[in-house]
């Protein structure tokens, strides 16, 4: 079992900024991928940025250039830089977790809140 804890949301004026981070209770080393996603009121929850073991990064479209997803292995933690922020990106984020053995696990933390005010 991995469990993940965000922080880092909160409330920011439209073009600043917000650094989340999520904490995982295990070594993220050995996971094969972290991600963030985000879900805004009556949509559907969809991916902001994943990160690798290796290090390769992706991005949504909507994010590209604004936001910066990165890891510290040492500290086990997960942040999401997020500048020149807009109100549409104002929505619940969640840390994910994606780890291949046997199987194929998915672990969720609880979500923070980015509220961005025009």
């Known amino acids: 079992q991995v469990q993940l804890v965000e922080s880092g949301g909160g409330l920011v004026q439209a073009g600043g900024s917000l650094r989340l981070s999520c904490v995982v209770s295990?070594?993220?080393?050995?996971?094969?991928?972290m991600g963030w996603y985000r879900q805004a009121p009556g949509k559907q929850r969809e991916l902001v940025a994943t990160?690798?073991?290796?290090?390769?990064?992706n991005y949504a479209d909507s994010v590209k250039g604004r936001f910066t997803i990165s890891r510290d292995n040492a500290k086990d933690t997960v942040y999401l830089q997020m500048n020149s922020l807009k109100p549409e990106d104002t929505a619940v984020y969640y840390c994910?977790?994606?780890?291949?053995?046997?199987?194929?696990?998915?672990?969720w933390g609880e979500g923070t809140q980015v509220t961005v005010s025009s």
């Open positions: 990160i690798t073991s290796g290090g390769s990064t």
């Open positions: 295990k070594s993220i080393f050995s996971i094969n991928a």
């Open positions: 994910n977790a994606h780890l291949v053995s046997s199987y194929e696990y998915e672990y």
